[in-house]
């Protein structure tokens, strides 16, 4: 049985090196703790985003032409203001 000894004889190395790329096996404490804390660190990267794009919105607000007393514009109004201003100011420039 020649085929047999060397079709065992490559399948070791093999395995070894699937092993290597992932370094010792996992308990499932281990996964639970490595899920739970890249969630948290999702979580904080989403937070940050989501503070800097309405910081952004805030700032944009600010300088659009509205009234005081208007109500605060959500995020697609002030998109949509913003591209309208925009718009009609090139506009007038090419109209002048």
């Known amino acids: 049985m020649p085929s047999e000894a060397a079709s065992s004889g490559p399948a070791e190395p093999r395995e070894r090196r699937r ?33 800097h794009l309405n910081a952004a919105l805030d700032e944009l607000r600010s300088v659009l032409p509205t009234f005081p007393d208007d109500a605060k514009l959500t995020k697609i109004e002030t998109l949509r203001f913003a591209y309208n201003y925009i718009w009609a100011l090139a506009e007038t420039l090419r109209l002048a």
Do not use: F, I, Q, W
């Not at 996992?26 to 989501?50: C, F, G, P």
């Open 19 to 51: 092993r290597r790329g992932r370094g010792r096996a996992r308990t499932e404490a281990l996964l639970h703790t490595l899920k739970r804390s890249r969630r948290v660190k999702a979580n904080d990267r989403e937070r940050n985003r989501m503070h």
